[in-house]
């Protein structure tokens, strides 16, 4: 019997999920995904990118930009089922403080004293100081808490009555610290901290500053950073962008996934809650246009807030207490060719711009600089193109593109309460919940849990789905109905991905190239801020 699936929301979760329920010509699923929006992608949204003679016309994507092999092996499988094709990116990063007071980039030596008065300032060489030791701190923290949590042998969890449990890391000293705290535990300087780490995180996701240091939990940054090999100099990922931009996976989808309905927003469901009495067709759908349609399943694809709001007094008071903490956060993004929204010095120009201002600590400015993350972008033709999220001023009229608005989790210890209580929800009433929000926030991620929600109704994969990149975890795929079986995933190991092996090693430093006269230099520095360390201006 053909399942009829009802899947709410259009970016990489849902068309995912979509995609892998079709796919197969046997498949026994008919799928609509309802899209309150006018494109299909969500944050994988490409835009027409316009020559600065205006004779031809390119692409650039404004949402979701890179993958890596490393850290993205689903979303790089799923683009090769597609036939889609990936050209090299790059991920520097760059701080620029109170138009060009302060800035330093993370390229290589030359760019970190990009300020070359930098040089002789204390406090940026306290700040490498506090690199190397925040590098070595964070490593043995996500390190020691795998082998809290797992034995290395089995791989299994060790003493944890459930999977889902949200105290599952009780017990460990930093299991409800935030960056704040733990930096003032650990006698951080502030000019590391608010130069370095809280920039970064901000960046990554798209947080103001000062929430990113007061809330974001330290476990979920450091585990990222040691996923994503940014505690380590060598061996670092090889960063990837979709050629001509990601709408060319979503053209590709497109050609699967047939029924589509844009500018459709599901305006209601009613389900049985009756375990007893649920049969087929036991979702109904009620959307923007007037429909109502039967479903055996609904896959819920959009954030928390909309799901709630759909499902109004439908929702569970587990529901409502799962889904109800999740917070996000609207960010602006403007196109532009603005180069004021840039370091002051090209030499610290990087791929990432985090721009700060002394005075709005409540801000998050960030510029992409598309030129270098997408190369296909070329500047003899298209100019030096950005991508401003939330410009702290107006980017020149004449120069802007386009803009739009982007919703993106907020992380806290909520945030992380919400993921370890999923799944006492999924599965219910015929419902499942999926999105970048189950995990660290992310494409990856976002895909990964699309493929699992189509995977536990059932449906065959083509390639074997790898939870978190293959790192260690206790969070399980969604239970699946009684009717369904899941396949084909591999769980979470405790052991160290066989790509990080032989990048294990003790390197703990900012930058990407050291010299061994720069290991002495940087050696000299710590016993030189030791000695500092009691002046006022350190």
């Known amino acids: 019997m053909v399942q009829r699936i009802a899947v709410i929301g259009s970016g990489i979760s849902g068309i995912s999920a979509a995609w892998l329920l079709v796919k197969d010509s046997e498949a026994k699923f008919d799928v609509v995904v309802y899209e309150h929006g006018e494109w299909v992608g969500g944050h994988a949204h490409t835009v027409e990118l316009p020559s600065l003679d205006g004779t031809t016309k390119g692409t650039v994507d404004t949402g979701f930009i890179v993958?890596?092999?490393?850290t993205y092996p689903n979303f790089l499988n799923f683009l090769s089922q597609l036939n889609v094709s990936l050209v090299d990116s790059d991920m520097s990063f760059s701080v620029s403080k109170d138009r060009g007071v302060f800035e330093w980039a993370g390229d290589n030596i030359d760019?970190?004293?990009?300020?070359?008065s930098n040089i002789l300032n204390p406090k940026m060489w306290r700040m490498i100081c506090d690199t190397i030791q925040f590098n070595e701190q964070a490593t043995d923290i996500a390190e020691a808490v795998d082998r809290d949590l797992f034995d290395q042998g089995t791989g299994k969890l060790k003493n944890v009555k459930s999977a889902s449990e949200n105290d599952i890391f009780t017990g460990h000293p930093y299991a409800q610290m935030t960056l704040a705290e733990?930096?003032?535990?650990?006698?951080?300087?502030k000019f590391f901290y608010e130069s370095y780490i809280v920039p970064m995180t901000a960046s990554v996701w798209s947080t103001p500053a000062d929430m990113a240091l007061d809330q974001f939990p330290l476990l979920t940054l450091v585990r990222f950073m040691r996923n994503h090999m940014l505690l380590q100099v060598h061996d670092r990922p090889k960063w990837k962008t979709v050629l001509n931009?990601?709408?060319t996976?979503?053209?590709a989808v497109?050609?699967?996934?047939?029924?589509v309905r844009l500018t459709t927003a599901a305006v209601s469901i009613t389900r049985s809650k009756d375990p007893n009495t649920i049969t087929s067709r036991s979702v109904t759908v009620h959307d923007s246009k007037g429909s109502i349609e039967t479903y055996d399943h609904v896959i819920f694809a959009c954030h928390t807030d909309q799901a709630l709001k759909i499902l109004g007094s439908e929702a569970s008071e587990g529901e409502r207490k799962v889904l109800g903490v999740i917070r996000y956060i609207t960010n602006r993004a403007v196109l532009h060719r603005d180069s004021s929204f840039m370091p002051i010095r090209r030499k610290a120009w990087a791929s990432w711009n985090n721009l700060l201002d002394s005075t709005k600590s409540n801000a998050i400015c960030l510029t992409y600089w598309m030129n270098r993350l997408q190369t296909f972008i070329t500047p003899d033709v298209y100019g030096d193109v950005f991508v401003t999220m939330n410009p702290m001023w107006e980017p020149a009229k004449d120069m802007i593109l386009g803009e739009w608005y982007y919703d993106h989790p907020f992380y806290c210890n909520d945030t992380i309460a919400s993921q370890e209580a999923l799944n006492s929800i999924q599965g219910q009433y015929c419902t499942t919940y999926c999105g970048a929000w189950t995990n660290y926030g992310?494409?990856?991620d976002g895909l990964t849990s699309g493929l699992l929600a189509a995977l536990s109704l059932g449906a065959p994969?083509?390639?074997p789905v790898v939870l978190n990149g293959g790192y260690a975890t206790h969070r399980l795929p969604p239970t699946p109905p009684a009717w369904a079986s899941a396949r084909g995933v591999l769980r979470y190991t405790p052991a160290m991905p066989t790509h990080l092996a032989k990048t294990a090693r003790r390197e703990y430093t900012l930058l990407t190239f050291i010299s061994p006269a720069w290991i002495i230099m940087y050696r000299l520095s710590i016993v030189i801020m030791r000695l500092l360390s009691n002046l006022p201006f350190v």
């Open 249 to 251: 996976y979503i053209e």
């Open 182 to 189: 733990f930096f003032e535990k650990n006698n951080y300087s």
């Open 111 to 116: 760019t970190v004293f990009a300020q070359r």
């Open 245 to 247: 931009g990601s709408k």
């Open 461 to 463: 994969c083509p390639f």
């Open 442 to 444: 992310f494409h990856e």
């Open 254 to 259: 497109l050609k699967v996934v047939k029924d």
């Open 67 to 70: 993958c890596n092999p490393h």
